[in-house]
């Protein structure tokens, strides 16, 4: 990567909010699809799993070459998986929900009858939500490259 477009990766994250504020946003959509997905599936039940975590998944180039790093939210999983009926809805919903709240691209990871998994993504900052069901369900998310709030009250350069 050159100097500019690392430059000019940085200048993208200081308008973004802090890693811990994107965090929190997605955390509170990873939720949101939960709860529709129990009302149109009432079997659900939805129990967090603490495996949130800080790193530089989220960083691709030339992100990497900078200080910022991504969270992955905690995951929410119910043992009863989400049933091939129910999926269309399910799905509908959550594209729904997560495109409100920016994340406007899909991508479809396994589709086929009893098994279901698929990404929810913005183009523009590298939030995403994972949604899957198979033996259980889950929905989780991630922020894409951002920095931290002591990276974002330090000027560019010092």
């Known amino acids: 990567m050159t100097k500019d477009e690392i430059a000019h990766a940085e200048e993208k994250m200081r308008k973004l909010p802090s890693v811990v504020d994107s965090e929190r946003a ?62 269309p809805a399910v799905l509908s919903v959550a594209r729904d929900i997560a495109g409100r709240n920016g994340l406007t691209s899909f ?17 523009d900052d590298g939030n995403e939500i994972k949604l899957g069901t198979y033996k259980a369900a889950l929905v989780n998310g991630s922020t894409g490259c951002r920095f931290t709030e002591e990276d974002l009250r330090k000027q560019p350069g010092n």
């Open 26 to 87: 997605v955390a509170s959509i990873v939720q949101q699809i939960a709860d529709a997905a129990e009302t149109i599936a009432p079997e659900l039940d939805w129990y967090p799993i603490a495996n949130g975590a800080q790193g530089t998944l989220g960083c691709p180039s030339p992100y990497l070459e900078t200080n910022g790093v991504s969270r992955t939210t905690g995951s929410l999983t119910s043992a009863v998986p989400i049933s091939d009926s129910d999926w």
């Open 107 to 123: 991508t479809v990871r396994v589709d086929v009858a009893g098994r279901h998994d698929v990404v929810l993504h913005s183009p």
